[in-house]
T-cell receptor
Framework: NAGVTQTPKFQVLKTGQSMTLQCAQD?????MYWYRQDPGMGLRLIYY???????DKGEVPNGYNVSRLNKREFSLRLESAAPSQTSVYFC????????????????FGDGTRLSIL | GENVEQHPSTLSVQEGDSAVIKCTYS??????FPWYKQELGKRPQLIID?????GEKKDQRIAVTLNKTAKHFSLHITETQPEDSAVYFC???????????FGSGTRLSIRP
């Protein structure tokens, strides 16, 4: 099993360009997430999808859109890239059970290193 | 909403000594507390987690303690080794709620 796969691994954009970061998981998880990690900083949640067909804003959603294409895939789109969006973007997935078991660990992809000039 | 504070931001210990990282959370409904390790240039990976129905959990040299009353939890690494050098993140979430909030991270360095 590949786990969580992100593409591309690296990307350089010019200010104002658009692009979509792709994420796919093969663990049959219901929940998927997009985080950004700035140098020396923690993980900040951009958007998440608790289940197929639903998406919700996280801590820093401005400037981003997401699509939960199906249970496996969750994409992140930058419509008009800005230098402030230069960061490493991580996708993650997890299972969430109702009841005692509750949340389960998140599994992360390898990240996409995005630079915006 | 939930807020997770993590201290210290950097920690340097002598190889073989113990390291302790502490986190506090704000939402009393939180009941799942994972810890992640991130090596330089790599993805975060789970190293241990604890649920609110237990006060302590151990896995070899790693242990986590939880004080629900004070709303804080800690990571303890004993007999530290060079491969323990990394950034460690704590996190908190509510049962059956997908969203999880991370602390700001602790950069742990092991001195030879």
């Amino acid at each position: 099993n590949a786990g969580v796969t992100q593409t591309p691994k690296f990307q350089v954009l010019k200010t104002g360009q658009s692009m979509t970061l792709q994420c796919a998981q093969d663990m049959n998880h219901n929940s998927m997430y997009w985080y950004r990690q700035d140098p020396g900083m923690g993980l900040r949640l951009i958007y998440y999808s608790a289940s197929e067909g639903t998406t919700d804003k996280g801590e820093v959603p401005n400037g981003y859109n997401v699509s939960r294409l199906n249970k496996r895939e969750f994409s992140l789109r930058l419509e008009s890239a800005a230098p402030s969006q230069t960061s490493v973007y991580f996708c993650a997935s997890s299972e969430v059970f109702v009841g005692v078991q509750g949340n389960q660990p998140q599994h992360f992809g390898d990240g996409t290193r995005l630079s915006i000039l | 909403g939930e807020n997770v504070e993590q201290h210290p931001s950097t920690l340097s210990v002598q190889e073989g000594d113990s390291a302790v990282i502490k986190c506090t959370y704000s939402d009393s409904a939180s009941n799942y507390f994972p810890w992640y390790k991130q090596e330089l240039g790599k993805r975060p990976q789970l190293i241990i987690d604890i649920r609110s129905n237990v006060g302590e959990k151990k896995d070899q040299r790693i242990a986590v303690t939880l004080n629900k009353t004070a709303k804080h939890f800690s990571l303890h690494i004993t007999e530290t080794q060079p491969e323990d050098s990394a950034v460690y993140f704590c996190a908190a979430s509510q049962s059956s709620a997908s969203k999880i909030i991370f602390g700001s991270g602790t950069r742990l360095s092991i001195r030879p």
